[in-house]
């Protein structure tokens, strides 16, 4: 029997389950909102590394060995690891996965990158491909920083609008069997482009693919916003947040009542991020630390959860083109 | 009924067609071997374009639409597209899909994105999860020389162990049904890293991940070599080629009757490529050309295709890392 629903969904058929999750962030993201709900919160952001880029190749190395042994499993186990980050060739995630010594399937989704491969290991577990996999992404301020902007010891003054790359990482274990929430459903984007050019606004960018996608899950699903006790994008932030709910708006839905961004949840107002968190870690510490803690004691019970992802390169601005983006969303179920 | 087989391998229950392909490729490539399996070749490497990277990015997305075309589909058919190239942040797959439209998975594997496309595409198509996709891939010689090695315009002398990054593109549509050759089997690779740190050198860096792919697929589906007539890998050139065959040898098989490696079919000797051609085009447009050609003509009927993958980063090379490589492989029967 087909799966897919509509244009763009899928409805699996045997729910895969989520057994397992680990994260790991810096030192800033420590002192945030949700500092109960990390496993582990490094000192500084190089943690005896040579360099940030191997900084976070170390953070997911350790996310995903930490989410194994949560789930009582060893790495044998593991049929299949699909995951990515935001540096130029998967940086981070190549040597990271040099050390896990699994198969392994390399996404890039920029920062919806968990949720696109959360979505394909279901695929993977729903079409009896395998007993057991791993979906994981990382991001690092610094790196990120001095890759898609600016030297990041400049410390150039950044525009309002502009959010703060999350420093961590965060791995997902997703099994056939086994007890946690469920991946009942999944959304897979198409790139929306709306013609924004600049790279320090990318939640106004991403807003209008994350709500396309969203539009889409409930269409195709045939439900309604409030099938969901909570919704979660990943890093629009406070403005691209607030676009969201008024796109909703426009069509006649309200939104605002089981909303929330998880670039709007990381940092304290005082710690002067301006719009918000982003990068591939700000979706994947929330989903694997708060989201899935409150899925767990069953204060949450149905949740959609929409990685979004800026898909510009340093090369497409120099270039003055557009800012393609997409978001990609899983259904998960206590 | 689970579909894994050991440690890596997959083998379909309902094998996916493969019932249309296309390609385009650059001036160089058109005056090469394989000239006659091309459906189109650029005039230029800039084909009108501001950019090479932006003529990368039109290439595959006629490639995309060629295929489509050539299946007697639309675009509307297409349940997914699973595509990547070289470029950062995938910057040419980003803006070909923005006109597609499409359910859209990004891919990095770097040389091997084709093959994971086709392996994930499959499973995808298996697994129930819709009835057609698209798996694309593309890479531009003077895009990727700029952003790897020197600007292009340089003209830096090159070792005689380089290969020549293919320009072009490719495209394979899969489907539940139809007329074509079937994926009947895949197995996924692991990163495997022998400590070789020459970004020119990147047969040799490949051919140990090719040879632990290829050794676990024979092992895991209980084949042999010679079930296959022809065992093709994806750009390891003609030192990476004589490697993997070493390998095996030292494992007491042959491998030489029935193996080459598309990055040695695509460039004639007179045209000064030293150890042949690499890129992401490299596979794919051999693959869609020649191998797919040949299939349908029943001159081959049982071929195993190995995307062989650099993941190497300009900043891994600068932090004096190594390089970590990747080859995915899938088994394709008329």
Redesign the interface.
Known sequence: ????RG??S?IF?SPPVITSTANIVGPMEGEGQLTEFYDKILEDTLDGN??W??CESKMMEWAINTAVNKDNSVLGDI??VLA?D??????ST??A??G???????????CSTLA?GM??AS??I??????KTIAAASSHHDAAER?YRFPTEQGVQRPMVAQWTVTGSGAVVISATGNGPRITAAT????V?IGLKDPNAMGPAMAPAAADTLWHHFEDCGRRPDYYDMIYTGDLGSVGKALVIELFKAKGVDLSANYEDCGCMIFKDNQDVHAGASGCASSAIVFTGYIYRLLMQQKLHRILFVGTGS??????YQ?K?SI?C?A?AVAIEM
Chains 1, 2 share one sequence.
């Open positions: 029997m087909n799966k897919k244009q763009q899928i058929s040579s360099s880029e191997k049929d299949y990515g935001l540096l130029n060739q998967l940086m190549h040597f996965l040099r896990i010594g699994r198969p392994f399937l390399g996404l890039y989704g920029a696109e979505l394909l695929t993977l729903d079409g009896s491909f395998g007993n890759q897979v984007g198409k790139i482009d898909l510009h390169s340093t090369t497409s270039q083109d393609p997409i990609h």
